[in-house]
């Protein structure tokens, strides 16, 4: 499958790891939008959050779980963090393999700066 971060997990691609186990997989993103910024991966691969059927809820947990682990690993679990998931076009997803990015490590500014 021509999935890049399928060929991360399976190790063709290489990347730099931050924390694994049988179900998620979390490294650095290889084009920092923050001076953190992780991405929490299934090793299941499910193209958008759209596709994600009730046997893989439990996944999303273990993906909540591992950026409670990958927070701490990062130093930024008491400064604070930011999890987002892209879903689809007008969201900007350019991955089609669910990911949560990790932003964090300095003040993110608010979701909507006109507020
Ligand atoms: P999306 O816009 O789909 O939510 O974000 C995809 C993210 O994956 C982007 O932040 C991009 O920098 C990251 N990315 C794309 N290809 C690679 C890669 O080969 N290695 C790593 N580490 N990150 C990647
Ligand atoms: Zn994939």
């Known amino acids: 499958m021509d999935c890049i971060f399928c060929k991360i997990i399976e190790g063709s691609v290489p990347s730099k790891k931050i924390y694994e186990n049988d179900k998620v997989l979390a490294f650095h993103d290889i084009q920092p939008a923050a001076p953190v910024h992780a991405l929490i991966i299934p090793k299941k691969h499910i193209e958008t959050m759209n596709d994600v059927a009730e046997e893989d809820l439990s996944l999303i947990g273990d993906i909540h779980q591992a950026a409670q682990i990958v927070a701490k690993e990062l130093g930024v ?29 300095a ?5 909507n700066p006109q507020a």
């Open 77 to 105: 679990a008491e400064s604070g963090y930011r999890l987002i998931n892209n879903c689809g076009k007008h969201s900007g997803q350019i991955v089609f393999h669910i990911h949560y990015h990790l932003l964090g490590g």
């Open 107 to 111: 003040p993110l500014g608010p979701l």
